[in-house]
């Protein structure tokens, strides 16, 4: 099946400072979201994006289906950045089912 | 509008037991999903249900199932517990498939 690889695993920074989350698939995808899983468990849309660049505020977030990459960017970060960030991809022609990576921890530290 | 709504948030069973989640979907949406989240698997996919029928089903065994109703409402129910079934439950909900999914707060099982 697809293969969801996330990078860094973790990474921590102080406030204030950019960072790169990087996803690659495996194979071609009918769409690609960001998610930011709060302290509860809840995942919170970050982005959809199966291809193109988007932005909302500090958050942006670039995929090149062709390559089979994705980066989300965030900049001046803030501690409620902290939390889990993950990519999920749809697989093209197959199942319904979104296939996640395994996540990059964020720390922010003030 | 309303987000996704899941229920219970929180449970306790013990091994052998029987649950039964709930899912409700944004209104308009009838594509339901759910996701089973651990520590050592993360993510993975449980089933899906569009209109009421079962489209995907992940690979877990048979005493995980599930249900759509005709108001796009969806329960999962998860039989004979097992320690190892312990983990969030994650629904979400898309208003086509293969669209944007919306998950909800999610329901946290721990089995004892």
């Known amino acids: 099946g697809i293969q969801v690889e996330q990078s860094p695993p973790d990474l921590i920074l102080q406030e204030g400072a950019n960072s790169t989350l990087r996803c690659n698939f495996s194979d071609s995808v009918n769409n690609l979201q960001w998610f930011h899983q709060n302290p509860w468990g809840q995942l919170i849309n970050l982005f959809y994006i199966p291809s193109g660049t988007k932005q909302n505020g500090r958050l942006s977030a670039t995929t090149v289906a062709t390559e089979r990459y994705s980066l989300l960017y965030i900049s001046s970060s803030q501690t409620t950045d902290s939390g889990v960030y993950f990519c999920a991809v749809l697989i093209q022609g197959g199942s319904e089912k979104l296939v996640f990576g395994k996540g990059t921890k964020l720390t922010v530290n003030p | 509008k309303a987000g996704v709504t899941q229920t219970p948030r929180y449970l306790i069973k013990t091994r052998g037991q029987q649950v039964t989640l709930s899912c409700s979907p944004i209104?308009?949406?009838?594509?339901v999903s759910w996701y089973q989240q651990t520590p050592g698997q993360g993510l993975q996919f449980l089933f899906e249900?569009?209109?009421?029928?079962?489209?995907n089903k992940g690979n877990f065994p048979g005493r995980f199932s599930g249900r759509q109703f005709s108001n796009s409402r969806s329960e999962m129910n998860v039989s004979t517990l097992e320690l190892g079934d312990s983990a969030l439950y994650l629904c979400?909900?898309?208003?086509?498939?293969?669209?944007?999914?919306?998950f909800g707060e999610g329901s946290r099982l721990t089995v004892l």
């Open positions: 209104s308009g949406h009838r594509s």
């Open positions: 249900y569009f209109s009421e029928t079962q489209r």
């Open positions: 979400a909900s898309s208003l086509a498939l293969a669209g944007e999914l919306f």
